[in-house]
């Protein structure tokens, strides 16, 4: 496609965006004695998740850092194929409000005689037109929808939520969520290293925090789509449309912000506010919360990060959440990185078994084995000192060096109450743990588990 003009109102955005809402808030209405009730529960839905997808990019902002015309200012070809999805949406919902006054017309002047004042066959003739008119409603319906789709899926592309190392390096972690979130640690596992409950009880408190900042950054983006919109009309001239009617964010949806929002009570521990894992450690096992009911319309919005995801399985919802959680950290004491979460269990046992499980032989047929580096070093410097290559230690290091899984064997280090006795059994037994850590965190959404 060519470059658009900007300075037509249908080449931009926003404009588009207004306009598009302003039409499918039309369709809703003009659906309202439908005689499918679907066909404008659909049309509702569809008004629904376009406020949605415009809300999470901003792309009803004109102008500004939040907007997408801004997002999208080195990406022209990116912004011209939204540009053409939006115009394709107008068009379509201008169809379908024509065809739905057509066939509204049909009724009217069925309903106006009777068999003596019109021939039956006209009847028949009018009665035939408005079923297919219906048929063609609905077939544009599912042009919007997928539209729609296309935007959404778009979107994944176009936004991605700012890293946690990121977001760590700009916010202080607040003071008073970190020693509730300690003080659970310590209640569900009485028996760790103090050390190791603060490390734990700190992440529980960057969860929070990073999940707030997501909740703050998609509310400034959307801020404006609520309140009344300019929009472009036919002729180029600017109306309006309210949101009263065309309002797509659902009750729940926004009573599920108004929760999140206010996550910490000076006066109790922030506990009340979590539902996936229980204050003490009575065995119950946290788990992922369900997905959201928004899911079986394809792509949707992320509760949490607040980010527009396509997942279509239990098992893709699970490993999105714990992208979004870092659960897992490395719980040895004299961690280099003790402030690392890891998203992949993989990745977390990576770091255990080069950092922490990495063990040195002496290669000069002293039979010592299973050293630390340290170790090693004052071994080779203090007993093969006469040795040629003894000084070059990093090289011997790297020949010598091997990973001694046995160092996964012991006592959990959280519960004490389990014996481990393999490196898949710790990762299985203290990945568990960390799970229903980082689980505290989560947003209580009045989610049931599932």
Not at 5 to 29: F, H, T, W, Y
Not at 89 to 97: G, I, R, T
Not at 378 to 403: M, Q
């Amino acid at each position: 496609m060519t470059g658009l003009d900007q300075s037509e109102p249908e080449s931009s955005i926003s404009a588009l965006v207004a306009r598009g809402l302003s039409k499918l808030n039309a369709l809703v209405i003009a659906l309202s004695n439908s005689a499918d009730p679907a066909e404008r529960s659909t049309a509702t839905s569809h008004r629904a998740r376009l406020k949605l997808w415009a809300g999470n990019l901003g792309a009803h902002r004109p102008s500004g850092t939040h907007s997408l015309e801004y997002r999208l200012r080195d990406a022209p070809s990116i912004r011209n194929h939204v540009i053409t999805l939006l115009r394709g949406l107008c068009k379509s919902a201008d169809e379908a409000q024509a065809l739905t006054c057509l066939s509204t017309d049909h009724d009217s002047h069925s309903d106006a005689g009777t068999a003596d004042s019109i021939d039956l066959e006209l009847e028949e003739y009018f009665q035939e037109e408005s079923g297919q008119d219906d048929s063609e409603i609905a077939a544009i319906l599912d042009d919007i929808g997928h539209t729609i789709d296309c935007l959404l899926r778009l979107s994944i592309t176009i936004r991605s939520p700012a890293p946690h190392a990121k977001f760590k390096s700009r916010v202080a972690v607040v003071e008073r969520l970190e020693q509730w979130d300690v003080k659970h640690v310590r209640e569900k596992f009485p028996t760790a290293n103090d050390i190791i409950s603060a490390r734990l009880g700190r992440a529980i408190a960057w969860r929070r925090q990073y999940f707030k900042y997501r909740e703050k950054h998609c509310a400034r983006l959307a801020h404006g789509l609520d309140e009344e919109t300019d929009t472009a009309q036919e002729d180029g001239s600017v109306g309006e449309w309210s949101t009263t009617v065309a309002s797509s964010i659902s009750e729940r949806l926004k009573g599920q912000q108004v929760e999140s929002a206010s996550f910490v009570d000076e006066s109790r521990s922030d506990t009340s506010q979590t539902s996936y894992a229980p204050s003490s450690a009575d065995g119950t096992r946290s788990r992922v919360p369900p997905m959201p009911q928004e899911s079986c319309d394809g792509p949707f919005e992320c509760p949490f990060c607040r980010t527009i995801v396509s997942i279509e399985s239990r098992e893709e919802w699970k490993t999105h959440v714990f992208r979004d959680l870092e659960p897992y950290i490395c719980l040895a004491e004299d961690c280099r990185t003790p402030e690392k979460h890891y998203s992949r269990r993989s990745d977390w046992m990576n770091h255990m078994k080069q950092e922490h499980w990495r063990a040195w032989q002496c290669p000069f047929e002293c039979q010592t084995h299973s050293m630390r580096a340290e170790q090693f070093q004052e071994h080779i410097i203090g007993t093969h000192r006469d040795h040629p290559i003894s000084r070059k230690v990093d090289s011997l290091e790297v020949l010598s060096g091997y990973v001694d899984l046995e160092r996964a064997q012991g006592q959990c280090p959280l519960c004490a109450e389990v014996q481990i006795i393999s490196d898949q059994h710790y990762i299985s037994h203290i990945a568990e743990h960390l799970e229903s850590l980082a689980l505290f965190a989560l947003p209580d959404l009045g989610m049931q588990e599932d």
